[in-house]
């Protein structure tokens, strides 16, 4: 009890949502690298045949989104580093709401396409992502700005 009445009750929220924020952000960077980096370089034969929706559009459209990707990935691992994430923060909760809207024209890519079972990935990643950017944006990602 001695804790919640000196006053550190308070940092229990803010602890959890860095703690989520680190939970949820690691693993997807890692995943956005991953798949960013293979639709930027790998050719578009290999493309189409591990199902991705950037095989089905333009390369001109596809590679830069292996770009953005990448770009998110870096952001939303920097945003979930102790003492770096207030001030990347508002960069990658963008970046986030990017990717997010991103898998919205992966999910319309894939049913024009006949690949309806890439839809639970679609939602899974669109949900946590936002989850991510509302995170980053979190007050407790901001204390410290004058």
Do not use: D
Not at 77 to 99: D, Y
Not at 111 to 138: D, M, Y
């Amino acid at each position: 009890m001695e804790g919640l009445q000196s006053g550190q009750a308070g940092r229990w929220p803010v602890m959890a949502r860095k703690g989520l924020l680190i939970v949820l952000a690691i693993p997807m960077a890692a995943f956005f690298a991953f798949v960013g980096f293979y639709k930027a370089f790998a050719p578009m034969a290999e493309l189409a045949r591990h199902g991705a929706w950037t095989a089905h559009v333009p390369e001109w459209i596809g590679r830069p989104m292996g770009w953005t990707e990448l770009v998110g990935a870096v952001a939303m691992a920097l945003a979930a580093i102790p003492g770096l994430g207030r001030r990347v923060g508002p960069f990658a909760s963008r970046m986030a709401v990017w990717l997010a809207l991103s898998q919205v024209v992966s999910a319309w890519v894939h049913v024009t396409h006949g690949e309806a079972s890439a839809l639970p990935q679609n939602l899974f990643l669109f949900v946590t992502l936002l989850v991510i950017a509302g995170l980053c944006r979190a007050p407790a990602n901001q204390q410290g700005k004058a």
